[in-house]
């Protein structure tokens, strides 16, 4: 099976079908300007008809992933939350937390990093293709020559990963008190893997389709499901109802999606409408899906280091470090919704060969998400106390829990910056539908100055040792694959390199911000004995100092949410008008 973008330009839409919207057209390729790039097209100003269509657009797919996203987030937090009070944090709990390690992996191969990031760009250019009107649907062909493939394949490791839970425990967690416990729940959550591989496709389709609602619904159907299945056989069954509802979760994720790509591949509508552009047919390579999988494999091993190092602390180590994580991934998880809506969007502009736009959008994206993750990475150090005191301290989850959580998350919440950096940027070097193994190099880089760090460490500070290499590990590998993108070629697998030094000089402005934003946060938080007033008081006084200093210092994040809130503003407006 092979795709090439499409050739033949036509007006982009700006309607909305079934929670998905029509991206406009890509601006068509002009011959190269000086040094390289391309000559702006004319009315291409930023006042222009088509990037007014194109922020309206993502202004929209943001809002709409945006809330479902937070749905997911605050799900998963009562997920958390039901854990804690249903079984606390001790042995119990951390064996389920290592037989949850296999659907976390599962979630970044198969859902975010993986199949996403090897399927939008083949999607896209099929979509191209069918717009160009040749015979067949070259979209239906795609899904009839990998669908099947990789049914199987998901079925076969998931049948695979439940024979090996004994194996997979022991080289999980050594020092476990009680691995049979850990392998009932692995077999349990081992039949998530095909639930899994299929929800992640049917969410790269879709999200290529430019349509979001779908694929970001995905995760409260995934936490109703675990929160469901814990309330109602918990008692029964005890901490294995969490890993059977890891499975059903998984297949609800599936059933969301279903009806939304239905319609997609039973119309032969094009859903997206490309520019001009000659470039050569390229297949869809099994070197790229490859690539992609074992970086995200290799950043996933991250949980694996950590679990492992944890297991030879005493009882409730891992699940304090579980909490620590789950709740201050929130603000990464935020921010990386940006990259989510755009990267259908840098996919189909290298596709149409339009490498200064896709430059263009990569490095606003890398700005606008460390604002966000900023943002809330001072509100989790500044409030740790009183976010894990308000979410979590109850039932058996004790006030000495609540002090252990809290101290490594802050250390935790150090990381979430390089976090959100190599989730942005991992997707540039895979967007040009090009294998590259550059990205894994550098994670395999960043995995062993994280172990390394965490075996020296874990022993004269326990889980906060372990957060602290995690931490490091993840910033070294964000700072290489920024260079990476900065030494690129025009003919590197990513298509084009970033402006490093001004993305650089843009990045240091929030983060200045946010570290006077945190020790405001921190001052005003302690102010208060009720830890909802001092969750609140330290919220709003990091969110404050953060905006007011951002603007202060021309932070270009700041000036892009504006405008985006305004576009969306003004299109809810002229909706309710009419």
Known sequence: MTVVPSQNPAPGTDGDTDGSAAVPAARAVT???????????????SGSAPALSSRKFLARAALVTAALSIAGSLLGLVRDQSLARLFGAGSDTDAFLVAWTVPEIAATLLIEDGLAIALIPAFSMALARRAR??????????????????????????????????????????????P???????????????????????????????????????????????????????????????????????????????????????????????????????????ALIAAVLLFALCRQSQVLVERFLASSLPSGAISHLNYAQKVAQIPMTLSLMVCTVTFPVVARALADGDT??????????????????????????????????????????????????????????????????????????????????YPLAVMFAGITATSVIGAVAVRPWGVAGIAAANAFGITVTAVLLLTGLRTSRRGGPQGFSLRVRPVLAELGRPVLAAA??????????????????????????????????????????????????RTVTRRLTHGRSH
Not at 164 to 175: D, I, M, T
């Open 31 to 45: 011959p190269a300007g000086p040094g390289g790039g391309r000559a702006p097209s004319p009315g291409s100003g």
């Open 133 to 178: 009107g040749g015979p067949g649907d070259p979209v239906r062909s795609l899904v009839a020559a990998t669908l099947p493939r990789l049914c199987l394949a998901f079925a076969a490791t998931a049948a695979l990963a439940a024979a090996a839970a004994p194996l997979l425990v022991r080289v999980l967690a050594p020092g476990l008190p009680d």
């Open 180 to 286: 049979g416990l850990a392998v009932d729940c692995t077999r349990l959550t081992a039949i998530s893997l095909l639930a899994f591989g299929l929800a992640g496709y049917c969410s790269a389709a879709l999200r290529a389709h430019r349509s979001f609602a779908a694929p970001g619904a995905i995760y409260v159907a995934y936490n109703t499901g675990i929160i469901a299945a814990m309330f109602l056989l918990g008692g029964a069954w005890g901490v294995r109802a969490a890993a059977a509802g890891v499975a059903v979760g998984g297949f609800l994720m599936v059933l969301v999606q279903l009806p939304s790509l239905w319609r997609q591949l039973a119309s032969r509508t094009p859903a997206v409408e490309g520019a001009a552009g000659d470039a050569p047919e390229r297949p869809v390579r099994f």
């Open 356 to 437: 200064a736009r896709a430059r263009e959008r990569v490095e606003r994206d890398l700005v606008l998400s460390a604002c966000v993750v900023l943002t809330g990475m001072g509100a989790v150090i500044a409030c740790a106390p009183q976010m894990i005191e308000l979410l979590f301290q109850r039932g058996a989850f004790t006030a000495d829990d609540t002090g252990a959580t809290s101290s490594v998350m802050r250390v935790y919440a150090l990381g979430l910056l390089g976090q959100t950096l190599v989730g942005a940027l991992v997707r540039s070097y895979f967007s040009a539908g090009r294998p590259s193994w």
């Open 516 to 565: 006077v934003a945190t020790v405001a946060g921190a001052f005003a938080a302690g102010r208060f004995a009720s830890p909802a007033a001092g969750l609140a008081a330290g919220v709003l006084s990091v969110t404050g100092v953060f905006a007011a200093l951002s603007l202060a210092l021309g932070v270009q994040g700041s000036a892009s949410a504006v405008r985006s809130v």
